[in-house]
Each structure stands twice: as structure tokens, then as C-alpha cells.
């Protein structure tokens, strides 16, 4: 049997039991590289997450993001150190005096990994109509689709396709995407936009060839082809996937080393937090994310010497979400005076420690630069004038009010007890009666995306680092006009002409100063209107096993293995 069958089927043996496996080791079948740098390893990681699919105009979580990251690439990358816009599937680009045609450089020789469905089962090169074809598709909303809004406003005829698609009418081409005779891809833009790059390295800009929509139809989304460094080989759906490493990657280290350097990559889907907890204390997991405060404790007290434990601020908001169209809700002083009920910096020190940092003006996280933060009120803690508000719209009491229903997803790790402090604090500053409803993330997301829940959890992690990645959530063109459809994006459904206004001006601004007082402004709105209850923001935290080199963590908790690799001696 040739090595490369035997491997696979290795790999498919080895994932069948996750938790009475033992690491795979480096050591005997490692080869140096330059600069130190060891090849092989499996890097074994547990997503507690639902994964709705890996065909990246479906991802929209990013539990599924981390798994299709490793399979498929764009045209830019974002930097997995210090998140910056580096070269993917194009080498250089361009941009014109009018900062609105960026004419892109394609990487020659880039295959796509060997599937069947390519005639032979062999993959073929990845080619400028690859990127035409993917980016208009990005424009043509459909079932399979949730990433139209990306380009809708930014690439020149993008919205005019879109338009016609939801009109029912044939749509046209999209004027701003351009395949160059030389073999250049060139993008107009409507606007000049200052993130626009970072749009590109966002997950519906990856490039996938057309014949996996053929070949596997509906079940598309768990056939990821791409170009990246590894290739799904095997899976047992909510059981375990293998990825193994593909050795016609295009990339290289600064040392001039082929990636990747893992031999491969395996992922289970346990959904209970101590067993996944366990495994990684017995070193069958190689990382293990967002430990709380008692893992922490636990890590640094092993015997065997601690793993490495990595943090930095997230670029994330944890908040809940009103149903505007629900009493009490409808009212805008009910729904400020559960904000003012709130104490956000107890509640973290109590619940969360150094694990978060309380959400005192709004949504967009701190640390982004140039963002004026001062110019968004503070959310403040005033249990008497949140009942004075409650009086205002004609509760004497909060025992007045309905019996409220906070809902949230048990697939966090203090999801559940945040709402329990919540609760408290509802019940003890107004006098609310408050339940707590707990469900499956599946379940739990599909009520918000239709409209069906009243009260609920829901938080964010950056596309990309930018504020207005945030406040995009909110943008009224991100709501499906039919109120029966779900909406993925803009799960409140807030619609204001200001906000719009303000939003659509900071998309065009290039003005980076003007740009941001803009996107402030929006945020001043939202938070005026009290269209959500913003409670904390992460930090990321991730524990590795002390032999795991090369894999840094960053504000928006991706991970990027195709450079990580594994310094463990041979036993």
C-alpha cells in the first residue's frame, strides 16, 4: 500500500475513541527543518461548539471558522501575531489615486486538494475565474449565502445584483469584478473604503472551486475543497473530523520551510467541558481554549509543570438582545432601566475575574485605535433611577411588569452563570420576576434568528479588527425586509434612518478621524435607544501543552496552524 493511503487510513483508525487516545508524538518521525523547526504531530483540539457547515458564504460562528480556516484561504489573510493584512492567494496588489480599483497579483501554481469531485479525483490549479466565480456568488444571496452584506455597499454593482436577486429577477454581472487579460483580477469599488483590505480576508472572500457545488449539493457544507494546508480526509458528523496535512501547500516560513508542519489535525465535538477538561489535563488534547478561573488554578499547580497559557484582550462583546416588539420591551425606558440595573464590573469580578473586562459604554470592544471612545456615554449602575424609569412607563413596581425570559446557549463556560448573577440582580434592583431559559446552541440560535425569543445571550468575535465589524450587526440593510425570514446578522432587526445615515457615511469616509466619529455616532444611537445590553467583553485565553511552538494567540481567537509546530523529545 503506498504511504500516503496508509497514513490516511492511520488517521482514520486514530479518531474513532478521542478520549483513549494518547497524543501523537513528534519524536522518531520528525524531520528538522531550518531554524529549528520540527515536522510532524498530530494536533488534537475539542470544539464544544455547534459547526453548522464549512462552506465558508455559510460560516457565520466561529466554531465553524477554526475548522474551515484550515482548508481554505483567500486572496489576504489576516495574520494570526498582530492581525495584520498579509499575502494569501494573491502575492501584491495595487491601488489607484482614487483609492477605489485594487488590482490584485494571483499566486501561479496554487492547486486545490485532491476530491472527487475534479475528474480523476485530482484537484486542479486555482485560476482567476475561480475568484470571479466565488466573489460573484458572494453577491447572489440565496440559502446558502449569508455573507451578501460584505460587498453589498462596497464593490460597485454588487447591490444592484442583489437587488435583482430578491426582485426574482436575472441578475446582472457585477460591474466591479474584473478578470485582466494578463490574468490580474481587478475589484472597483462604489466608494473609497479604509477597510476594505480587511474585508478581503474575511471568510466569504475565500476561494473554493464551482465543481463542489455540483458535485455535492446539499451536502455541500461538509465537503470543504480548498487550498489551504490541510485537507478534511475523514469525518463522523458531531463525532470527530481529521485533517491531514497537504503536501502540495503552496506556503513557506521565514526560514524557507515548507508548511505545514504538522502532520495533521483532529477535532471532536464533546459538548461536556469536564470531560473536555480532562482530556486536556491527561495531555490527549493538545489545546484547550477559554479556562476558567478554577482550570487556571489547576494548570499552574500540576506536578508535571504547567502548560503554556496564553491571553490577550478580545476583540469580542458578550451581550443580551431585547425583543422590541415584545412587552415589556417595546418600551425604551424598560429596556434602559435593566441596563441601569446591571452592574457590570461585579458581575465580572464576581463571575469572570480576569477573564473579561465589563462593557462600560457599548459594543465595540477597547484597544481598537483611533476609535473615539469617550464619545459614547458611559453605561452606568443606578438601581434608583432604573425604577424611576420603570414607573415612568406605568409599572409601580418590577413585580408589574410580565414574567421576563432570559434565554441563553449552554455550550459557553459561564454563559449560564451570568445569567444567574443577572437574574439576581434583576430581581433584587427592580423587583423583575426573571427565568432563565437554558438550551442546546442549535436550538437556542435558531430562536434568535427567527424572532422567537424575548430576551437572549448572544455575543460577537471580530471579521476583522475594525469597529465597524460591530456596528454592522445593527445596520438596517442587514435585516431581511420579510420579518418571517431569519436573520443571521441583525439578529435585533433595528432599523434607523440616523443610524443608517451615519453607518453608510463611515463605509465611504476615508478620513480615518471622520470615519470613526461616525461609527461612534451610530454607537451613541444604539446605546441611547438601548437596542441591546451590553454586558462584558473577553479576553482570549487558551492553554497548550508545554511542546506546542509557533501558534500565538490574538483578539479575535483563530487559530493558525499552519505554522504551529511541536518541540516534544522522542520518549
Not at 420591551?329 to 461585579?346: C, E, G, H, Q
Request: glycine share 8%; hydrophobic share 40%.
Amino acid at each position: 500500500m503506498p504511504q500516503h493511503n496508509a497514513f490516511r487510513l492511520l488517521l482514520f483508525i486514530a479518531f474513532t475513541t478521542w478520549m483513549s487516545c494518547t497524543p501523537t508524538e513528534p519524536g522518531g518521525r520528525s524531520v528538522e527543518g531550518q531554524g529549528g523547526r520540527k515536522y510532524g504531530g498530530m494536533f488534537n483540539y475539542n470544539e464544544s461548539a455547534p459547526v453548522r457547515g464549512l462552506f465558508p458564504l455559510g460560516i457565520t460562528q466561529l466554531s465553524s471558522y477554526r475548522l474551515a480556516a484550515q482548508v481554505y484561504e483567500g486572496l489576504l489573510r489576516i495574520d494570526g501575531t498582530d492581525l495584520s493584512i498579509q499575502p494569501g492567494l494573491a502575492t501584491s496588489w495595487e491601488v489607484d489615486p482614487t483609492n477605489t480599483v485594487y488590482t490584485f497579483e494571483l499566486r501561479k501554481g496554487v492547486r486545490f486538494h485532491d476530491d472527487p469531485c475534479f475528474e480523476g479525483g485530482k484537484g486542479r490549479e486555482m485560476t482567476g475565474e475561480d475568484v470571479l466565480h466565488c466573489f460573484t456568488e458572494l453577491c447572489t444571496p440565496g440559502p446558502r449565502n449569508l455573507l451578501a452584506w460584505l460587498f453589498q455597499d462596497l464593490v460597485l454593482g454588487a447591490g444592484a445584483r442583489i437587488n435583482a436577486v430578491m426582485a426574482g429577477r436575472t441578475p446582472p454581472p457585477v460591474k466591479g469584478l474584473e478578470l485582466l487579460d494578463d490574468g490580474r483580477f481587478r475589484i472597483t469599488l462604489s466608494a473609497p473604503s479604509t477597510t476594505f483590505l480587511q474585508v478581503l480576508a474575511h471568510q466569504g472572500c475565500w476561494i473554493y472551486p464551482k465543481e463542489i457545488v455540483a458535485h455535492y449539493g446539499d451536502d455541500l457544507p461538509w465537503h470543504p475543497v480548498g487550498t489551504g494546508a490541510f485537507i478534511l480526509r475523514a469525518m463522523k458528523p458531531g463525532s470527530s473530523m481529521v485533517f491531514e496535512r497537504n503536501p502540495a501547500y503552496w506556503g513557506t516560513d521565514e526560514h524557507g520551510n515548507a508548511l505545514p508542519f504538522l502532520d495533521g489535525v483532529r477535532v471532536t465535538f464533546e459538548q461536556d467541558r469536564a470531560k473536555e477538561w480532562e482530556a486536556f489535563s491527561r495531555g490527549t488534547l493538545t489545546y484547550y481554549p477559554e479556562p476558567d478561573r478554577a482550570a487556571l488554578t489547576a494548570l499552574a499547580a500540576r506536578p508535571e509543570g504547567p502548560p503554556t497559557v496564553l491571553t490577550a484582550a478580545g476583540l469580542s462583546v458578550q451581550f443580551y438582545g431585547f425583543s422590541r416588539v415584545r412587552a415589556p420591551f417595546t418600551d425604551r425606558r424598560v429596556r434602559k432601566a435593566f441596563s441601569l440595573a446591571i452592574d457590570r464590573r461585579a458581575l465580572v469580578d464576581s463571575v469572570l475575574g480576569e477573564l473579561a473586562l465589563p462593557a462600560e459604554r457599548g459594543v465595540v470592544p477597547p484597544g481598537l485605535p483611533d476609535y473615539p471612545y469617550d464619545s459614547v456615554p458611559l453605561l452606568g449602575y443606578d438601581p434608583a433611577q432604573a425604577k424611576a424609569l420603570l414607573r415612568e412607563a406605568g409599572y409601580a413596581s418590577g413585580a408589574d411588569l410580565p414574567t421576563v425570559f432570559l434565554q441563553v446557549n449552554n455550550d459557553g463556560p459561564a454563559y449560564v452563570r451570568v445569567a444567574s448573577a443577572v437574574q439576581v440582580m434583576l430581581e433584587r434592583n427592580l423587583g423583575v420576576q426573571a427565568v432563565i431559559s437554558v438550551l442546546p446552541a442549535e436550538q437556542h440560535f435558531a430562536r434568535v434568528e427567527r424572532a422567537q425569543a424575548q430576551f437572549w445571550r448572544e455575543g460577537w468575535v471580530a471579521d476583522h479588527p475594525d469597529p465597524e465589524n460591530f456596528l454592522a450587526l445593527f445596520y438596517g440593510r442587514n435585516a431581511p425586509a420579510d420579518t418571517t425570514e431569519p436573520s443571521f446578522l441583525s439578529s435585533t432587526r433595528f432599523k434607523d434612518k440616523q443610524y443608517d445615515a451615519y453607518f453608510q457615511a463611515a463605509q465611504s469616509s476615508i478620513d480615518r478621524t471622520e470615519r470613526m466619529r461616525l461609527l461612534a455616532n451610530c454607537e451613541r444611537i444604539l446605546m441611547e435607544d438601548a437596542v441591546v445590553l451590553p454586558i462584558y467583553h473577553e479576553r482570549m485565553v487558551r492553554a497548550l501543552q508545554p511542546w506546542v511552538r509557533d501558534l500565538p494567540i490574538n483578539g479575535m481567537d483563530f487559530l493558525q496552524l499552519r505554522s504551529a509546530w511541536f518541540d516534544r523529545p522522542a520518549q
